[in-house]
T-cell receptor, first 112, second 114 residues
Framework: GEDVEQSLFLSVREGDSSVINCTYT??????LYWYKQEPGAGLQLLTY?????DMKQDQRLTVLLNKKDKHLSLRIADTQTGDSAIYFC????????????FGTGTQLKVEL | NAGVTQNPKFQVLKTGQSMTLQCAQD?????MYWYRQDPGMGLRLIYY???????DKGEVPNGYNVSRLNKREFSLRLESAAPSQTSVYFC?????????????FGPGTRLTVT
């Protein structure tokens, strides 16, 4: 089976960088995703990376993928109070009907 | 476009009662999914429908049934609710193109079973 793990909480000061980490056990994943969940809402896709890539940058977001260590990270530069949310990593597999296996979620709190 | 809509938003049931959670999408997506979200456990897939006319079990299907009524609608039924089914339920949809396909999520149904 697939296990995707994240630390539960992260607290940063406004303007600092945040790094949210994720480890997974199934090396056959095709895509890895980062979703954001604001309070009382559903999930929204932030970014994704194809499994044969090492890095992807999208404005303030940088995704790093270390396939050897099965480690995925999301860096948010210049973190703002609006970034306070729960962040989920997820993986999908070829031919899997795009079923996603989600991590446990990291609650990011941005303090002034 | 409304995206993915879910009804109801909140529901309280007594143990043994039944109910159906409704989900509809207006994006003409082929695939639809039902997840439950519990604290510290992320989202777990209950059932999914890769295309109209098909449904398959996910990770935690016990105690649930689904119906893909048409391309737009995918409902989740609890026949005899149990306290362990207290959770937040999310419906999602996507088109599978093999290009990092984004799943679009509804706002959720918060269910409490007493």
């Amino acid at each position: 089976g697939e296990d995707v793990e994240q630390s539960l909480f992260l607290s940063v000061r406004e303007g600092d960088s945040s790094v949210i980490n994720c480890t997974y056990t199934d090396s056959s994943s095709t895509y890895l995703y980062w979703y954001k969940q604001e309070p009382g809402a559903g999930l929204q896709l932030l970014t994704y990376i194809f499994s044969n890539m090492d890095m992807k940058q999208d404005q303030r977001l940088t995704v790093l993928l270390n396939k050897k260590d099965k480690h995925l990270s999301l860096r948010i530069a210049d973190t703002q109070t609006g970034d306070s949310a729960i962040y989920f990593c997820a993986e999908s597999f070829t031919g899997g009907g795009n079923k996603l296996t989600f991590g446990t979620g990291t609650q990011l709190k941005v303090e002034l | 476009n409304a995206g993915v809509t879910q009804n109801p938003k909140f529901q309280v049931l007594k143990t043994g009662q039944s109910m159906t959670l409704q989900c509809a999408q207006d994006m003409n997506h082929n695939s639809m999914y039902w997840y439950r979200q519990d604290p510290g456990m992320g989202l777990r897939l209950i059932y999914y429908s890769a295309s109209e006319g098909t449904t398959d079990k996910g990770e935690v299907p016990n105690g649930y049934n689904v119906s893909r009524l048409n391309k737009r609608e995918f409902s989740l039924r609890l026949e005899s609710a149990a306290p362990s089914q207290t959770s937040v339920y999310f419906c999602a949809s996507t088109d599978i193109r093999g290009l990092g396909d984004e799943q679009y999520f509804g706002p959720g149904t918060r269910l409490t079973v007493t």
